[in-house]
């Protein structure tokens, strides 16, 4: 549950399941999410993390389960023929959901024919639609804040992996989103450039951002977290602060994979 009971739930997720096929990835997630929360999502691979991000901004349709943003619910109910009930989404919904969901990835996903402008500027010329200049300004100011208006010209193939994520990053704050999801950001960078992607998701934390971090920088996850979550199996085996699932876990799967990981320090 979420750490403030006084403030109405920004994202509201109940019974969130997941299937491909025979494979059922999540199974059976409730959290909610408030204003400023930022949540950091451990468990091993296959547990489920990435899959949870990707449908929580509709990158995947939930199999079952319902999604709230800002108290109203995404998708309607439509009856089938054999009478039971399921969710169906207009993709013109799921596209305005998206501008309010940003979404960073593992792999970057930068169009290479693009400079580093052109890529930030992209979404706000196409999804919003704003004019060349507006969009070229705007772009500007979020490539400054994550400290590259000096690479603004040159183009992916010329930029360290470093670089690109936090182009990536720049290109999802420009559309201003309320949440911004990180699908383990660090994971494709070489150890040396790990720091400084972390760093600016770090001053976004300090901004006052909601954020849901997957992440296996369980050291970073410490002190960025207000919350953090454990996944097993596709659904939450552990959830509470920093301290209590990272220092003090209670269950004993929690326990052996941080047993597993104790390479990070605090």
Known sequence: ???NPDMRALLRVGGLEKRF?????LRGIDLEVTAG??????GASGSGKSTLLRCLNFMELPTAGRIELDGVAVGSERRRGDGSIERVYAEAELTRL????GMVFQQFNLFPHMTAIGNVMEGLRTV????AAEARARALVELTRVGLADKAEEYPARLSGGQKQRVAIARALAL???ILLFDEP?????PELVGEVLAVIRSLAEEGRTMLLVTHELGFAYHFASRVLFLADGVIHEQGSPEEVLKHPREARTQAFLARHRAFSF
């Open 37 to 42: 929360d930022r949540i950091a999502i451990i």
């Open 128 to 131: 919003l639609r704003r004019p």
């Open 21 to 25: 096929g025979e494979n059922a990835v």
């Open 98 to 101: 998206r501008r309010r969901i």
């Open 186 to 190: 660090t994971s494709s960078l070489d």
């Open 1 to 3: 549950m979420n750490g």
């Open 176 to 178: 201003d989103p309320e």
